[in-house]
């Protein structure tokens, strides 16, 4: 069974980014997280993890959209 909570340097792990990477993106509120614990360790639900994927595709998917790539003529 997975853990439904990660640690921020598992998610960096998922996300292939380091761990001040992630703690920026919690920080600015741009990934919800959690704190617990007495020292306030900060957790990211997996579930939560997963919308962040899928917004970033679709966020992709939108500037792709809008900035097509232009092919140059061989010359």
Do not use: C
Request: charged fraction near 30%.
């Amino acid at each position: 069974m997975e853990a439904r909570f990660l640690l921020l340097s598992d998610v960096a792990t998922e996300l292939n980014v380091s761990d001040s990477q992630v703690y920026h993106m919690v920080r600015s509120g741009e990934l919800p997280a959690i704190k617990i614990g007495g020292r306030g360790q900060w957790r990211v639900e997996r579930a939560k993890l997963e919308e962040y994927i899928q917004r970033k595709y679709a966020e992709t998917a939108d500037w792709v959209h809008e900035n097509p790539l232009i092919e140059r003529d061989a010359d």
